[in-house]
């Protein structure tokens, strides 16, 4: 258990007047979580505080080496007014696995829990009233010590950050065109990609920026080796139906694991749909479009939701996937996940915990 401070501002902000203007990431609220790690002592000083600008030393090792972790999750605010989070313990139990994997010090999921419920009843106002939109709440970890030997460090801290905000693409549903990376690769097994660390998005920007120049939003990751599997996007975990079965690659070490792509298959099982987590070529996926088999290209995570994929593009080969429309099993998914995170259905699985 936690014993948080409380220092609250005395010039609270204006919230966004229009919610439907929000975009992602944007704006944060008044106030953040944070807590300080210190080798022999532990994590200690939880407080909440005015959100804002802080010190940290030029040397602070996180700015040259890397050691970071970060989460994404959202809260929701229902049409009665109750706010509530999905599946949040996920967050904490993976955000552990990052720090495992990081070297950072183990930090007590339930205490998380307990910052989070903290905070985001003292922002709750916060939480948008607009369909769609939801508050995204981003914790994360960096080592501080003031040293540039390269080891795992002394003193860390701990944040949690909250930012109102609405679809992570401005497509909104509407599907994306994603190009496949052949040349970079993300990340390999025995590597870092099932965390969720900063250098996994800094080696992705190279690929972004080559899709962009050719219009295309988002880089589908093929695998570090032979560059022939199917791994993920750069900011959701990816799915194809093909011949009616739901097949995404399976989880070995360089993909995250997808919050949201667990609880896809799980809404999959439930309604009867053929789900395969097994490893998937680009070649089959291409084999499958010609023989008309590939039928619906989708992503999962929590900023992307479900996110159609209508355009594919493998070398010279574009592929145009459903006439660049939603297919069913992609808005039977979006609307299950998005009913359940905003209590528009019942919740079967258990996944929402309320504020
Ligand atoms: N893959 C990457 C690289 C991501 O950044 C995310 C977003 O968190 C996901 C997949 C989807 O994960 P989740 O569904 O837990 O948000
Ligand atoms: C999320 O979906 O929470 C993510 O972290 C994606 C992010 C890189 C914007």
């Avoid at 802080?54 to 989460?71: D, R």
């Avoid at 985001?120 to 003031?146: C, M, N, Q």
């Avoid at 992307?304 to 992609?330: Q, T």
Wanted: glycine share 10%.
């Amino acid at each position: 258990m936690l014993n948080i401070r409380y220092e609250l501002t005395k010039t609270p902000k204006a919230k966004p007047a229009d919610e439907s203007k929000l975009g992602f990431g944007h704006i944060f609220t008044d106030h953040m979580f944070v807590m300080d790690y210190t080798t022999g002592e532990g994590w200690h000083d939880a407080r909440i505080v005015p959100y804002g600008e802080f010190a940290i030393s030029p040397a602070a090792m996180c700015l040259h080496y890397g050691q970071t972790v970060f989460e994404g999750l959202k809260a929701y605010r229902t049409a009665d007014g109750t706010v509530q989070f999905f599946r949040p313990i996920e967050n904490f139990k993976r955000l552990n696995q990052s720090n495992e994997r990081l070297v950072i010090p183990h930090i007590d999921e339930q205490d998380c829990l307990q910052a989070l419920h903290a905070l985001v009843e003292v922002e709750k106002d916060w939480v948008p009233h607009t369909d769609g939109a939801s508050l995204y709440i981003r914790p994360f970890i960096i080592s501080v010590d003031p040293f540039l030997g390269v080891k795992p460090a002394d003193h860390y801290m701990f944040f949690i950050i909250l930012s109102p905000s609405g679809a992570y693409y401005e497509t909104g549903l509407n599907p994306v065109s994603i190009y496949v990376e052949s040349k970079y690769v993300r990340a390999v097994r025995g590597g870092m990609g099932f965390a969720k660390t900063g250098g996994n998005y800094a080696a992705s920007l190279i690929g972004q920026d080559e899709a962009h120049k050719q219009n295309y939003s988002q880089v589908l990751w093929l695998d570090g080796v032979e560059q022939k599997y199917i791994e993920e996007v750069g900011a959701m975990n990816i799915m194809f139906v093909i011949d009616g079965e739901v097949v995404t690659p399976m989880l070995q070490g360089s993909i995250l694991p997808g919050i949201t792509r667990r609880s896809a298959l799980d809404v999959c099982r439930a309604k009867g749909i053929p789900v395969s987590e097994r490893r998937i070529t680009i070649q089959e996926v291409a084999d499958a479009y010609d023989s008309g088999k590939l039928t619906e290209v989708f992503g999962t995570g929590t900023a992307a939701v479900i996110s159609p994929v209508g355009h594919l593009k493998w070398n010279d080969k574009v592929m145009i996937i459903n006439n660049n429309e939603i297919g069913p099993i992609s808005q039977m998914l979006y609307d299950t996940m998005t009913g359940i995170q905003w209590g528009k259905i019942e919740d079967k699985f258990g996944w929402i915990e309320k504020l």
